[in-house]
């Protein structure tokens, strides 16, 4: 392993890509392997157990790749299973949660939604953290079921993904909320549906920009940074077909490798 192996991403399925994409922006050089777990997909109904040992499995995989950190681009497997990897593996791991705290902060109307799996809202780290930013506020928790299945499918304007997307937000709306927080890797992909849902003064947040930062960050504290003249190699492996992921990183395509692999 050296400063110029690769950043290892794995996510539950194609949404972590919303987050290599912030990666790859802010830290164009790095080599870069994404494993989409799609097969497993969704994790977010899964028990905890069962989380942590898909989580450990993919952290396998991607170190056997001589991967220099872990990035877990999913909220589920962070929330339930990153302490865990933390434990157990010797080399730095990133995790990401929802954006509570900055959307705690800029509310104006003392509301904000929070759309996540199932596995992240009932997980005791994000309780933890929702209890401690948002003493003052209201916060509409709603469980995005049906969500993940159908962007897995690249169904993001199906007439199903619209009817979901309606009735999550439904109870936001009454609640006046101007901050909705994303919190599920998948998300961002369905920003430009809720944005035709929500009113204009709702502020959509996830946490991509600030996992890639944080990344950044702990890549430098390590003196793990790449060199910046090398040309990064951007691998992606996923255990089912591969038309979702070339879909969603169509923008990429021409500097892109997406395979299907057994993992
Ligand atoms: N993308 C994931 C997350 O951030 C998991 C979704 C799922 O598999 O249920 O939570």
Known sequence: MSNNSPIGIFDSG???????????????????IYLADSK???????TQEEIIALSVKNTQALIHKGCKIIVVACNTATTNAIDVLRNKFDLPIIGIEPAIKPAAVQTKHKSIGILATKGTLSSALFHKTAKEFTKEISVVEIVGE??????????????????L???YTAP???A??????LGCSHYPYLIPQLQKI???????????????????????????????RTRPNLQFFTNTKVDTLKS??????EKIQVESLIF
């Open 198 to 228: 929500l009113p204009k003064n709702v502020t959509i947040i996830d946490s991509g920009q600030a996992v890639a930062k944080q990344t950044q960050n702990v890549l430098q504290q390590h003196n793990l940074l790449a060199d910046t």
């Open 14 to 32: 194609v949404g972590g890509s919303s987050i290599w994409q912030e990666i790859h922006q802010l830290m164009p050089n790095e080599s870069t």
């Open 248 to 253: 969603l990183l169509k923008a990429f395509s």
């Open 40 to 46: 497993n997909a969704p994790y977010g109904n899964k």
């Open 146 to 163: 049906g969500l993940v299945p159908l962007i897995e499918k690249d169904a993001l304007d199906s007439a199903k993904m619209k009817k």
């Open 172 to 174: 936001m709306i009454v």
């Open 165 to 167: 997307l309606k009735e």
């Open 176 to 181: 006046n909320i101007d901050y909705l927080v």
